[in-house]
């Protein structure tokens, strides 16, 4: 069963181009079914696994306690999977057909404040090192952009435009989108280029546009901590992580009164509907 969980993992880096962070979600949710049959003892083969397993499957999931929004995830991750199967003539058979999932209300996105933002700016002026400059330039940057935190890290230093204001990113592995990034809105970039990047690559030859401390790209996980630590300093008393930012860069620059068309550009939105979820908070007080 492990080989055809790997060869639909391939399937959706090659073909599909799928993040790494998206594969690994779908490899934990489908190692997790993996397991559940296997110690059930009696199934071990994709085209002996029937509905009745797998709803009880996802029953096992609801009585361990886990979220409807975690339990609809799973479910996708095992439809999508069987649904590879059929196509690959591994099962004749699709136990996931019209299967449901629960319903997840979506919650509405709580940016933080305009003083709150500020506040978390400052907090990197605290040091000196070059750390605290590409920090600066780091939270800077997301703020003005709207970026996805995934897209942040894989930012190279080839895919700014300082000249023309404009920036390149990268979408799943395949795509791009370039978007318009004032230099007035992001200071602390040229300090960092300038007086931090040279110490931080030291004789590495790199092209991330963001680097650790041994000169390496920088990884999602290390923005997250890095963001955790600031805000924890700023006193923020709430939770903020990268996606805080980018709701707060939407609705910010809505209350602005920059175009949506603009906004839906600038975060990668492939339906305008998800921008305009923002669109209320255009007129809540700011700071």
């Known amino acids: 069963m492990r080989q055809e969980i790997e060869a639909f993992l391939n399937y959706l880096s090659a073909e599909k181009g799928f993040s790494e962070n998206t594969i690994a979600a779908y490899k934990n949710d489908l190692y997790q079914l993996e397991d559940f049959i296997q110690d059930l003892g009696k199934k071990q083969r994709w085209p002996e696994v029937d509905r009745q397993l797998i709803l009880s499957y996802l029953l096992n999931l609801k009585t361990r306690g886990y979220a409807p929004a975690t339990i609809a995830r799973k479910t996708a991750s095992v439809k999508s999977l069987f649904k590879f199967l059929a196509a690959k003539a591994v099962v004749t058979n699709v136990p996931t057909e019209n299967l449901g999932s629960p319903r997840v209300k979506k919650s509405l996105p709580r940016p933080l404040t305009v003083a709150q933002v500020k506040e978390l700016l400052k907090q990197p002026d605290k040091y000196s090192t070059p750390g605290a400059m590409r920090d600066k330039a780091m939270l800077e940057f997301l703020y003005a952009s709207g970026l996805r935190v995934s897209e942040l890290v894989s930012l190279n230093l080839e895919d700014m435009n300082l000249k023309d204001d404009c920036v390149t990113c990268l979408i799943k592995s395949s795509k791009v989108r370039t978007i318009t990034i004032r230099r007035d809105s992001v200071p602390s970039l040229k300090k960092y280029l300038d007086e931090a990047y040279p110490q931080l690559a030291s004789q590495k030859e790199v092209k991330a546009l963001f680097l650790n401390r041994l000169g390496d790209r920088l990884t999602r996980q290390g923005f997250w901590q890095i963001l955790r630590n600031y805000a924890r300093e700023a006193k923020l008393n709430v939770v903020v992580t990268p996606r805080t930012l980018r709701h707060s860069f939407a609705a910010h620059t809505l209350s602005q ?24 908070l255009a007129g809540r007080k700011k700071s």
Request: charged share 0%; aromatic share 4%.
């Open 257 to 280: 009164g920059t175009g949506i068309h603009a906004v839906q550009q600038s975060m990668g939105h492939a339906n305008i509907s998800t921008t305009q979820a923002y669109a209320h």
